[in-house]
């Protein structure tokens, strides 16, 4: 369900911060709105029942039933990360509750992300680190898989503001960039030459060198890519996923790698995660695992309080807010 816009005309006077995000980082909405309380709460089970049953917003990573049910007041949650998939318990979509996301805010620093993998490959930095390790100049071997990206076909799967982000960083160095989404009727970011519905993935993944996963996980997109779909990619190109490691099936893509279905893959989510010692990701020579970390950047605080005020603005005139989740969709 996606809420509608008369939520936004209950209270908001006690605004909760969870004490996991950096709480010094949300101190500009203090100042900004005296006539709110910002209070920071564990939400572990520690907090004053009394402070709980007092909150009627709060921003946080996580929700759990239990912080639910301590909240009686609580009509608006805001995720701190543009994934909700953690926050759509039945606890929450039993309630007439209002839940916004952090879309956008990441969209800058994961663009630089998959670039910086993208390169990586292109210059064959994964096999020439691991030279370097073990004391070997591997120069004759690196230089026949050497690439530029320049005229290189880009598929970034989920066109949304990650997508967008992307699309117009990867279109200045000269890729040819193509979008796939849900809701082809939705203005595409404008640096995409051509954007395709998500029921024509198999169509156009033969054409890409590189594809950029930047899905949300919801019932569709669960294990989308799987053999079949990996089978239909250029044994050249790349995948590159940045959204959610349950979006590819993990044991297909190890498949796909070790017999050369595809050329590499760079993995900053997995499946699961953290991803087993074990795994035989770990040890292959053309995969780059980057632990999640692609959402993390010192200007994402300033993107997500910027959002969060504006946010609090329009809930204080009563206004539909921005990046409401649609709660039967996922995202």
């Known amino acids: 369900m996606q809420g509608p816009a008369s939520k936004t005309s209950r209270p908001l006077d006690i605004f909760g911060i969870v004490n996991s995000l950096p709480v010094e980082e949300f101190e500009p909405l203090r100042s900004r709105f005296p006539q709110v309380d910002f209070v920071s709460i564990a939400g572990d089970g520690s907090d004053e029942p009394n402070l709980l049953a007092t909150v009627n917003a709060m921003v946080s990573w996580w929700i759990t039933a239990d912080l639910l049910a301590a909240m009686p007041r609580l009509h608006w949650v805001h995720s701190a990360g543009a994934g909700v998939e953690g926050f759509l318990i039945p606890e929450l979509l039993s309630r007439d509750l209002l839940l916004t996301n952090n879309r956008g805010a990441h969209g800058p620093n ?3 992300h998959v670039l910086a993998m993208m390169f990586a490959f292109a210059r064959q930095l994964p096999y020439l680190l691991r030279g370097q390790l073990q004391s070997e100049w591997r120069d004759e071997s690196a230089r026949e898989s050497i690439f530029e990206l320049d005229g290189q076909e880009l598929l970034i799967v989920g066109s949304g503001e990650i997508g967008g982000a992307l ?3 990867a279109a200045g160095l000269g890729l040819r960039v193509t979008g796939v989404r849900r809701r082809i009727e939705l203005s595409p970011p404008s640096a995409l030459r051509r ?15 590189h594809v950029a996963i ?18 239909r990619m250029k044994s050249s190109a790349y995948l590159y996923n940045i959204g959610r490691g349950g979006t590819v099936v993990t044991h297909d893509l190890i498949a796909a790698l070790r017999t050369s279905t595809i050329a590499g893959a760079g993995l900053d989510v997995t499946d699961p995660e953290p991803l087993p010692s074990d795994s035989p990701l770990w040890a292959m020579e053309n995969v780059l695992i980057t632990a999640h970390t692609a959402g993390t950047s010192p200007r994402l605080w300033a993107r997500t309080t910027d959002l969060l005020s504006r946010n609090i603005a329009l809930h204080l005139e009563g206004k539909t807010l921005l990046n409401i989740v649609n709660q039967t969709e996922g995202y």
């Open 167 to 169: 699309a117009s960083r």
């Open 214 to 231: 930047c899905l949300p996980l919801t019932d569709r997109t669960r294990g989308l890519f799987n053999a079949d779909l990996l089978g």
């Open 110 to 112: 994961i663009a630089e």
């Open 195 to 209: 954007v395709v519905s998500l029921d024509r993935l198999a169509e156009v993944l033969p054409d890409a060198d």
